[in-house]
C-alpha cells in the first residue's frame, strides 16, 4: 500500500492547519497501524498503541523537511516506533496478557511432557501445531515466563566491574532503521512495472530461479538476468538516497 502525502497537505499540517492534520493521520492510518502490530502481545491494547503511534506520526510531519529526498511515510517509521517505545518504558514494566500467561501454562506442559516421554527439547514450531497457534505466539508467550530483568545487570562481575546484559545485547543494530528499510523497498517494489515487479516477487520472495522465472512468464532467462540486474542496480540507488 502506498501513503500518498501532498506537499501542500504537509506544509498546511505544518503552519497549525488541524484538518490537514487530521486528514494526513487518516490518510496513513495502515503505516501506523503496520508498525503498532509489531508491538502485539506486550500487554498494551492495540488501541491505545495506536493512539501513541498517531502522536509519533504527528511530531514526523512537523519536523519533516521537503528537501528530504526520502517520502514523509519512511521518515516517520522511526518516529512512530520511538513514541511507542518511550511510552511502554516510561508506563514501567510490560505487561503480560491472562491469554498470554495461559498459553504460556499450556506451553511448558507440552515441553515438559514432550522431554518426559522423548528425552529431547519440542521445537516452537511442533508446539504451534499442537495448539493450533501461529510460531510467533508461541514464542511470545515462551518470553513472558523469563523474569524481568534490567540491561543493566551483570551477567558475571569481576574487579574490572563485569559484563551486563547491555553488553551482550547490543549489536550495533537500530530497529527502526530495519523497518524503515523494508517500508522503503515495499514502496519502491508497489511502483516498480508490473514485469519488474513480478520477477523481484518471484525472486527473492518465492525463491525461484532465473530459468523458473522465465519459465513462468513466458520469456528468456537471458532478459530475466537483465531486467534483474537493472531493477537491483536501481533500487539500491533509491535506497541508499
Known sequence: MLY????????????????AMSQMVENNNGLIWSVVKRFKDRGYELEDLYQIGAIGFIKSVKKFDMNYEVKLSTYAVPYIIGEIKRFMRDDGSIKVSRGLKELAVKIREIQEKYMRERGKEITITEIAKELKTSKEEVAAALDSLNPMISIYDKVYSDEEGGIGYIDKISNGIDESEQITNRVSIKSIIDNLEEREREIILLRYYKNKTQMEV??????????????????????KMKLAI
Do not use: Y
Open 4 to 19: 500518498e502525502n501532498s506537499i501542500e497537505n504537509i506544509i498546511k499540517a505544518q503552519n497549525g492547519d488541524e484538518v
Open 214 to 235: 522465465a519459465k513462468i512468464l513466458g520469456i528468456s532467462q537471458v532478459q530475466v538476468s537483465r531486467i534483474e540486474k537493472r531493477v537491483l542496480s536501481s533500487m
